[in-house]
């Protein structure tokens, strides 16, 4: 079993940035990927990013390419989402996702079995 929190949302002006951080305690999360994703009010949960165990393979999605930039420090069982350039389209709440049995990089959702509760990021315009 692996206990995923998020951190580091907040409310934020456009073009701000911000750092969403996802920590990680239980199992061996640090041989698995872990995925962020985000949910909108009223639409679907979306791929943002995601990060093999070694930090050597990323996946972004096409709305966050260039600005989001998702990195891993296993030796503190974490995993960051650096958003720059924020737009109002980015108000979500965030989460993040790990993998209990897969070690390849992945981006769907179906794929992740341990979820965290989510941060919430809002960006005025």
């Known amino acids: 079993q692996v206990q995923l929190v998020e951190s580091g949302g907040g409310l934020v002006q456009a073009g701000d940035s911000l750092r969403l951080s996802c920590v990680a305690s239980?199992?061996?999360?640090?041989?698995?990927?872990v995925g962020w994703f985000r949910q909108a009010p009223e639409k679907e949960r979306e791929f943002v990013a995601a990060?093999?165990?070694?930090?050597?393979?990323?996946a972004y999605g096409d709305s966050v390419k260039g600005r989001f930039t998702v990195s891993r420090d296993n030796s503190k069982s974490t995993v960051y989402l650096q958003m720059n350039s924020l737009k109002p389209e980015d108000t979500a709440v965030y989460f993040c996702?790990?993998?209990?049995?897969?070690?390849?990089?992945?981006?769907?959702?179906?794929?992740?079995?341990?979820w965290g509760r989510g941060t919430q990021v809002t960006v005025s315009s």
């Open positions: 990060i093999k165990w070694n930090g050597g393979a990323t």
């Open positions: 239980g199992r061996s999360f640090n041989v698995f990927p």
């Open positions: 996702a790990s993998s209990a049995f897969n070690t390849k990089l992945l981006t769907a959702q179906a794929d992740y079995n341990y």
